[in-house]
Nanobody
Framework: QVQLAVSGGGLVQPGGSLRLSCGAS????????MGWYRQAPGDERELVAQ???????KYADNVKGRFTIQRTSDLNAVYLQMDSLKSEDTAVYYC??????????WGQGTQVTVSS
């Protein structure tokens, strides 16, 4: 069973930065894409950023220019660099791995709180 290890998150002031990390434990060559999602209280989980094995990236409109998703060359880990954080970025952030021929795998959530 593939597991995703997530680290990072925490409390930061508005305008600050945080970096999230997510690593896959095995079967990395079966991963087609990895991404970050977030869920704020009362809201649905939403895509923040995703990168596929070819290096194609996509971002939610409300994080473009502030967040950057990075990957290792073999797509066994992804990172989310979050700059210019706003209070509305406060949420639980989740990492997800998509596979060519098996169900998606989610990592545990990590809390990001942007507050002064």
């Amino acid at each position: 069973q593939v597991q995703l290890a997530v680290s990072g998150g925490g409390l930061v002031q508005p305008g600050g930065s945080l970096r999230l990390s997510c690593g896959a434990s095995r079967d990395i060559f079966e991963i087609s894409a990895m991404g970050w999602y977030r869920q704020a209280p009362g809201d649905e989980r939403e895509l923040v950023a995703q990168v596929d094995r070819r290096g194609n990236k996509k971002y939610a409109d409300n994080v473009k220019g502030r967040f950057t998703i990075q990957r290792t060359s073999d797509l066994n880990a992804v990172y989310l660099q979050m700059d210019s954080l706003k209070s509305e970025d406060t949420a639980v952030y989740y990492c997800k791995a998509e596979f060519y021929s098996r169900p998606d795998v989610w990592g545990q959530g990590t809390q990001v709180t942007v507050s002064s």
